[in-house]
Every structure is written in C-alpha cells, then in structure tokens.
C-alpha cells in the first residue's frame, strides 16, 4: 500500500511564504509524475504544478513566478514552495502521485492522493 503524506500549510498574510511537502511511502519502484493540486470552497479540484522524475515542471499560469515545486527522487518526497501568497490561494492543497510503480506488480501504473492540507491566506 502506498501513502501520501503531507505537511506545512497554514495561516499566512498576503504577501507572505509557505511550503509544503509530501512523501510518499510504500514498496515502490518509481514515480514518474508528483504534484499538487488545490480545491477552494465551492469550486473544481485544479492543478497548481507538478514534476515529473526527469524534473520538467508544469504551473498553472495563477501560479507561475510565485510558487516553485522540487522533488527529491531518492526519497520520493515532493516540495510547494509558495511566495507572494495572495488570498485567492486559499484552498486545500492535495499531493498526488501519478504512474506509480510498486514492487509487487511491475506492470501496473497507478495514482494516489494525499489527505490534503489547508493553506489560508488573510488579506
């Protein structure tokens, strides 16, 4: 079984910085893309960005310039960091793991999420 775990998150002023990370843990082999996803009360689960193992990024274009995402391959960890917060990046942010191998069936891709984390900014 694989598990995402997430951490940071939290109550920030506009204007400031905050990071997330989330690892993830199981018999895995490779994960090809990691990355993380926001919902805001009343509205669609949307992608915020993601990476995938060769380290090419994606950003939603509300996002580009402020938020930076790594990854760290070896510990299959991935990272949000998050500057010049603006109180439309309220939301709850999810990680996800996508085209994850595990040991015991090689042949099978699969997705995970993680429980999510609550990221408000006060203006």
């Known amino acids: 079984q694989v598990q995402l775990v997430e951490s940071g998150g939290g109550l920030v002023q506009a204007g400031g910085s905050l990071s997330l990370s989330c690892a993830a843990s199981g018999s895995i082999s490779s994960i090809n893309t990691m990355g993380w996803y926001r919902q805001a009360p009343g509205k669609r689960r949307e992608l915020v960005a993601d990476?995938?193992?060769?380290?090419?990024?994606n950003y939603a274009d509300s996002v580009k310039g402020r938020f930076t995402i790594s990854r760290d391959n070896a510990k299959n960890t991935v990272y949000l960091q998050m500057n010049s917060l603006k109180p439309e990046d309220t939301a709850v942010y999810y990680c996800?793991?996508?085209?994850?191998?595990?040991?015991?069936?090689?042949?099978?891709?699969?997705?995970?999420w993680g429980q999510g984390t609550q990221v408000t900014v006060s203006s």
């Open positions: 990476i995938t193992s060769g380290g090419s990024t």
């Open positions: 996800n793991a996508d085209g994850v191998v595990v040991v015991t069936a090689p042949r099978l891709r699969f997705a995970y």
